[in-house]
């Protein structure tokens, strides 16, 4: 079985949505969830009775992500705040995946995240935004592309709209990308 971790920071619907999609058929599991705050969202590692870690934010956070989640398959960043650096990056290379809420390489980068990347889309004039899935790397957002999603902005009054039509896709575009490389492995 293909085996992920999903790492959160909140309120984990997009956890909820990547475990609900998991029942569909045997293609991957969740074996772990692994937050680095008290995050609500681990009650659905509890409900679907996931193994789940609480970690601290400390200077030890990517060697503790890196200890527990080193024989998984895939490593999921789903609304996850920190940044992964230090050995983990290489020896876990092709296998972490996240989620920007931007056409990335536009509007990415250490300090560009929620409501910050949709203020910045919005105040640019696009007509288009999205979200894009793509592997982590030792720079922040700058990994290669698995896939992307493109929304219409065009009419859009606020930044908070552009927020609420990119997080429409979001979560399918995740689930489109954990299944994509967990068919690939298989």
Request: proline share 2%; aromatic share 6%.
């Amino acid at each position: 079985m293909f085996k992920v971790a999903v790492l959160i920071s909140g309120a984990g619907t997009t956890l909820k949505a990547i475990l609900d999609d998991a029942l569909r058929d045997n293609l991957y599991e969740v074996a772990l969830v692994i937050a680095d705050r008290e995050a609500s969202g681990l009650k659905y590692a509890k409900e679907h009775g996931i193994p789940y870690v609480l970690l601290n934010r400390d200077t030890l956070l990517s060697e503790n992500i890196h200890l527990l989640v080193k024989d998984m398959d895939l490593v999921v960043l789903a609304g996850f705040l920190s940044i992964l650096e230090g050995p983990i990056l290489k020896e876990l290379k092709g296998r972490i995946i996240n989620l920007h809420p931007s056409l990335l390489p536009k509007f990415g980068g250490k300090g560009m995240y929620g409501s910050k990347v949709h203020q910045a889309v919005f105040d640019s004039h696009m007509t288009i935004s999205g979200c894009t899935v793509h592997y982590v790397t030792d720079k922040v957002d700058g990994g290669g592309f698995i896939l992307q999603r493109i929304v219409g902005i065009r009419d859009l009054k606020s930044a908070q709209e552009v927020a609420e039509k990119v997080t429409s896709v979001e979560k399918g575009a995740l689930i489109d990308a954990i299944r994509l490389i967990a068919k690939e492995e298989h």
